[in-house]
């Protein structure tokens, strides 16, 4: 929740797909409505948050197109957006404190594909997916 209302203070447009419930639940669920409203519902930009990151990434690479990454500090965010054109974050809210995170999410969704020599490497990770 703090991630979203965050984000949402800066002036994002913030669906939330997830839930907000103490006790565990099937997270590919949630990866998977938050990975098909990227590629489906025009939104640029994913953020998942769970205990680690790395269950909803996984989960969100299974979606033809989407290119989620952990991240545990902003520089691999930020560079991972500028040459793999990935297209959601995933941190841990076990491993990353709240101002970590807000650096993680600034960085990833502030960046810009620079395209160029990086295309052709995206392009091989889309052929990957048929």
Do not use: W
Not at 32 to 46: H, I, L, T
Not at 68 to 75: F, G, L, T
């Amino acid at each position: 929740m703090h991630i979203k209302d965050y984000l949402t203070r800066k002036g994002h447009e913030v669906l939330d797909v997830g839930t907000n419930r103490a006790e565990r639940v099937d997270y590919p669920l949630y990866a998977e409505k938050a990975a098909k409203a990227v590629m489906e519902g025009g939104y640029e930009n994913g953020v998942l948050v769970c205990g680690s990151g790395v269950g909803m990434a996984i989960a969100a690479n299974k979606i033809n197109g989407i290119r989620a990454v952990v991240c545990s500090e902003p520089y691999s965010a930020r560079l991972a957006k500028e040459h793999n054109n990935a297209n959601i974050v995933a941190f841990g809210a076990r491993v990353v404190g709240t101002a970590v995170a807000e650096t993680i999410a600034d960085a990833f969704i502030e960046s810009v594909f620079e395209g160029g020599r990086h295309q052709k490497r995206v392009d091989m990770l889309r052929a990957l997916e048929s």
